[in-house]
């Protein structure tokens, strides 16, 4: 058989880097995609001593064009692809009446629509090869609901239900889809993030640095995932069993957990209650 070959878009850092080493050592042909030329360049030198082939390509999800591109590149370059990862996201907080609707486009048009093109073009390709893989990157921010978040929740929340939606409508064509929930892990996520609250750009900070979970270890999840055909990975304990107590929990008594937590995180005394 020969070598398998992943897309990845925000491939040159963070996660998407981490996807691309893991992949490039179990010997896969490793493509990355990013706006960030400069990056992208230090992961394909790191890149190049372990896999045999790999490559950048300058590719904004906001454009369909360059998705386009990218799956004739390898369509022409590989012969195709196997595994599509659906990764560039950017991050916005702020309460809701505060965030700007240039803001929530912003984050709607890479966060959802970036995977929503992801899947539109490659899924083509994949039908014609009788087989592939979407990955996409949700969050657990998708499936859960802090406060001062809405944007961002209800970008992710939408991958989910596109990613579930995907799984239904594709498995007759042979194609798989894993949606991958992390929650805070240490990434350089919050170099996009937006805020209208110095406070919130604090607390998301120290949330990414205290996390034990790395880039890697959901790389590493990743690739399990793709190799059994799993959906849901969930990478941070604490937060499935959140989300096991969301589905399980009348609304009011998660609704309440969730509240106390957030004032815990921001160091807010806990609110009385009549």
Known sequence: MSTQRIFITGGASGLGRAIALRFARAGWRVCIADVNDARGAETLASLTPLTSQSHYLRCDVTREEDL???????????????????????AQAGAIDEVSLSD????????????VRGCKVFTPVFKRQGRGHFVNVASMAGLLDMPKMSSYNASKAAVVSLSETLQNELVDDNIGVSVVCPSFFKTNLAESL?????????????????????????????F???KQRDFYVLPHREARHTWLLKRLLPRELYASLIQKRTRRIRGRPEA???
């Open 194 to 222: 937006r805020t209208t609250d110095p406070g919130l750009r604090t607390a998301v900070g120290k949330l990414l640095e205290r996390s034990p979970v790395t880039a890697e270890d959901i790389a590493d999840q990743i």
């Open 272 to 274: 009385s209650r009549a």
């Open 68 to 90: 386009r591109a990218a799956s004739e590149w390898l369509s022409a370059q590989w012969g195709g692809v196997d595994v599509v990862v659906n990764n560039a996201g950017v």
């Open 104 to 115: 929530w486009q912003w984050v709607l048009d890479i966060n959802l629509l970036g995977v």
């Open 224 to 226: 399990q995932a793709v």
